[in-house]
């Protein structure tokens, strides 16, 4: 085939970039084998009763299969169903994790497309818990730009995660790679899926790779929308023996794994377009791979008229944290200046003088040369910090309400709220809320420095001894003359 050039690949996660297969297998089999033990049902029962659970929750990794099959009712009536499978769930987590790991050249090769730009997307059955968890393992958190998957199943009554997680919710979550749900029921193939994932991320068919290991669910589907359809036969698994337990007990309906069956059985009557036999890294051998073109932000009317709503609120929170920032502000600037007023109140009543330079001044002079002092630093902060903040949000608010004023009418609340502060009139003068601000700490301003000049005038009088108002009618002492008659 000739080279292509491709901006966009299209993974699929399962058997193409990990052994799935080995990884359901490991973890499934010690649980599967433990439960024909505990339950001492029939194997055909068994494997009935599993598939029915899976088919409920559209999955073949369901984590708490053993809370609800049918098959061991009597097993969790008589005490916890995990103390009991406890070596075996054990076994599955060990054998899960011994077998999660990237084919060989799968990491490389998607750094190396990271590097080139081209956008990754992966495209998976897989519900969204256990997909982010793998690629959390594997380090392609950010190496995958989009992951599109299921949602994930409901938590069963009565079962707390945090008893049955290890590590907090952090350590599951993609932090960078975008998750976004396939419609809920679709499984693949589904063209219309494909489809769809396409439109979202903004790419071309025609510059587009899918790569997946199925020839049914991703080859035939892939060619069906019009991309480049990339065979990972590596990755193939149907034709191992072990893969007819998935088939007796997997998610799949009968017809999904009958018409799989006729597939693998009789070959298939196309042939894909690009083939890699032995490792990821061979689909270099038919793309060159280039940067994706950034594309213009396109948001329909009704959203963009969300957006300014939003912005809108966020304007009027600003309005409101200012505006409530300048009120304390005056509160606190009266508090202070009464509390140092109070101070020299004491000090003018208790007749307390310092001299400075030969000159004698009450000593409460100081204290309000400190109240005038603070008086004029709320007044700067207030008028050429915080107020210009708000008026700043006040004027942003205003061209969003200008913008949009034909669409949304109703958001003129800052505009209305703008008029009526103008209209405000003291003495017959206008007074809009600059003028009130300054207003308000010239008046302070002045009444401080009335008092500064009369208690720098004043002269407190010194304390005097008090005479006793009551005359002592006592005799005089023994010995005493007394005074002469008149």
């Excluded at 081209?118 to 958190?141: C, N, Q």
């Excluded at 915080?386 to 609340?413: F, N």
């Excluded at 209305?416 to 301003?445: D, P």
Aim: glycine residues 6%; contains cysteine.
């Amino acid at each position: 085939m000739a080279r292509k050039v491709i901006d966009t690949v299209i993974l699929d996660l399962d058997n193409t970039i990990f052994d799935w297969f080995a990884v359901w297998y490991a973890s499934f089999r010690p649980v599967y084998d433990e439960i024909i033990k505990a339950s001492g049902k029939p194997v055909d029962e068994v494997e009935a009763d599993i598939r029915k659970v899976h088919q409920q929750h559209r999955t073949s990794e369901y984590t708490f299969l053993i809370e609800e099959i049918d098959c061991l009712k009597d097993v969790r009536a008589s005490g916890d169903i995990r103390d009991t499978f406890k070596e075996a769930l054990d076994r599955s987590r060990l054998g899960r994790d011994q077998n999660l790991k990237l084919y060989p050249s799968v990491f490389p090769s998607l750094w190396d497309l990271k590097k080139k730009g081209t956008k990754i997307v992966a495209y998976t059955e897989s519900m969204a818990f256990y997909s982010a968890y793998r690629l959390k393992r594997f380090g392609l958190d950010g190496v995958i730009d989009v992951l599109f998957s299921p949602e994930d199943h409901d938590v069963p009554a009565g079962v707390a995660l945090e008893k049955l997680r290890r590590h907090p919710d952090d350590f599951y979550q993609l932090q960078v790679t975008e998750i976004r749900h396939t419609p809920k029921g679709e499984l693949k193939p589904n063209p219309g899926v494909l489809i769809d994932i396409i439109k979202a991320i903004g790419a071309k068919t025609e510059r587009c790779a899918y790569i997946g290991d199925s020839l049914f669910k991703d080859v035939a589907m892939a060619r069906d929308v019009g991309v480049l359809d990339v065979h990972a036969q590596y990755g193939e698994s149907q034709r191992r023996p072990e893969y007819k337990l998935l088939q007796r007990v997997s998610h799949w309906t009968e017809a999904d794994v009958q018409r799989e069956r006729e597939i693998t059985a009789k070959g298939h009557d196309f042939s894909p377009t690009a083939v890699l036999k032995d490792s990821f890294a061979e689909i270099f051998m038919y793309c060159d791979f280039v940067a994706f073109p950034p594309t213009p932000m396109q948001i329909s009317a009704e959203q963009e008229s969300k957006n300014a709503i939003e912005l809108w609120k966020k304007c009027v929170d600003v309005h409101q944290h200012f505006n409530d920032l300048e009120m304390r502000i005056r509160n606190f600037a009266i508090t202070v200046v009464g509390a140092l007023l109070a101070a020299m109140s004491f000090t003018y009543q208790q007749g307390l003088q310092t001299t400075i330079f030969g000159h004698t001044i009450p000593a409460g002079l100081g204290l309000v040369g400190a109240a005038i002092f603070a008086w004029g630093g709320f007044f700067l902060m207030d008028r050429y910090w915080y107020h210009m903040l708000l008026k700043g949000a006040v004027d942003h608010s205003a061209k969003i309400e200008k913008r949009y004023a034909d669409i949304i009418p109703e958001i003129g609340l800052g505009k209305t709220i703008s008029e009526a502060s103008g209209t405000v009139t003291v003495l017959g003068m206008k007074m809009n809320s600059n003028r009130r601000l300054t207003a308000f700490y010239v008046l302070g301003g002045a009444i401080l420095a009335s008092v500064f000049v009369f208690l720098l005038l004043a002269q407190p009088a010194s304390p005097t001894k008090a005479a006793s108002p009551i005359q002592s009618t006592a005799s005089p002492p023994v010995g005493t003359a007394p005074p002469p008659r008149q």
